[in-house]
């Protein structure tokens, strides 16, 4: 049974533009988020977490957080042919509990 | 401080032989975690080991996969028999409790069955 379901399966943006990547859990005791990205032939890299509800900024990279509707999104601005990778979402009902990941997201940027 | 190390990085098997991956978490993890992944089912867990005890066997992996820890600092992978199927990447993660969402991956082992 799949717990994290990410939308959409790839998407392509321009070099410049804005990625937007979402992730939505079917597991209501669900309260923790992680984003991961794993560029082709490479394994995969946490590359934020978010616990509240809020947003979160680390550089070109922000994380949205809705507990109520147990839904996250991540947004890259000002994209860049090296944020071309497979973007993982993870969730887990605690920070002590084991994580699901969903199928993940292929970004494409294009020069 | 030394990433995940996992062994070997190719294998290639003919069907119904047995295989053995191994994986060296980082240095003072206590969780460890085998995955397998495709293109088609994606992430899978296979194995979840806290403080070396067995928490979680992958359900649907238990009759031909094996996950041991033999001590704390090393992990080993059987596929007895191999399958066409089980042509993957097999990855080893590792991860403090606590913060068991903050995984390290290892490089993997890219396995191919003949």
């Not at chain 1, 979402?22 to 978010?50: A, E």
């Not at chain 2, 069907?15 to 460890?32: A, F, Y």
């Amino acid at each position: 049974q799949q717990k994290v379901q990410q939308s959409p399966e790839s998407l392509i943006v321009p070099e410049g533009g804005m990625a937007s990547l979402n992730c939505t859990s079917s597991d209501r005791n669900v309260d923790y988020f992680w984003w991961y990205r794993q560029h082709s032939g490479k394994s995969p890299k946490m590359l934020m977490s978010i616990f509240s509800n809020g947003e979160k900024e680390e550089g070109r990279f922000t994380v949205h957080l809705n507990k109520a509707s147990l839904h996250t999104s991540l947004h890259i601005r000002d994209s860049q042919p090296s944020d071309s990778a497979l973007y993982l979402c993870a969730a887990s009902r605690n920070s002590n509990n084991r994580i699901f990941f969903g199928d993940g997201t292929q970004l494409v940027v294009k020069p | 401080d030394a990433g995940v190390t996992q062994t070997p990085r190719h294998e290639v098997a003919e069907k119904g032989q047995t295989i053995i991956l191994k994986c060296e978490p980082v240095s003072g993890h206590n969780d460890l975690f085998w995955y397998r992944q495709t293109k088609i089912q994606g992430l899978e867990l296979l194995s979840y080991f806290r403080s070396k005890s067995l928490m979680e066997d992958g359900g649907a992996f238990k009759d031909r996969f094996k996950a041991e820890m033999l001590n704390s600092s090393f992990s080993t992978l059987k596929i007895q028999p191999t399958e066409p199927k089980d042509s993957a990447v097999y990855l080893c993660a590792s991860s403090l409790s606590g913060l068991v969402g903050e995984q390290y991956f290892g490089p993997g082992t890219r396995l191919t069955v003949l």
